[in-house]
């Protein structure tokens, strides 16, 4: 079980990316738990994570999540911002399945 982290800002602009996401991950065979949380959240969040994947407009908070991200041994990126606007779900589980490294 993969189990992907999207932070945003609000926590709502990533729904439409977590179904797609998912709806790909059934295509795939892989199962995975895959949610959204808001900017604040995230933090807490990343305790019961495997990955944790940025939305692009939250790119400056990479820093400040890096050190909870290496404090609970999780990898984490920004979300491409072509894959993002266009909620290509395959890619970005693609991406968040590359960097968990399975």
Do not use: H
């Amino acid at each position: 079980m993969k189990r992907i982290l999207l932070a945003c800002a609000s926590g709502m602009s990533t729904s439409i990316l977590v179904r797609k996401m998912e709806e790909a991950a059934e295509e795939k065979g892989i199962e995975a738990e895959i949610w959204a949380v808001a900017q604040d959240k995230a933090p807490s969040e990343m305790e019961r994570a495997d990955v944790l994947l940025i939305g692009p407009q939250m790119r400056f908070m990479k820093k400040k999540y890096s050190k909870v991200a290496e404090e609970v041994g999780i990898p984490l990126d920004v979300i491409d911002p072509v894959a993002y606007g266009r909620a290509d779900g395959e890619a970005v589980l693609n991406k968040a399945i590359e960097l968990i490294g399975e």
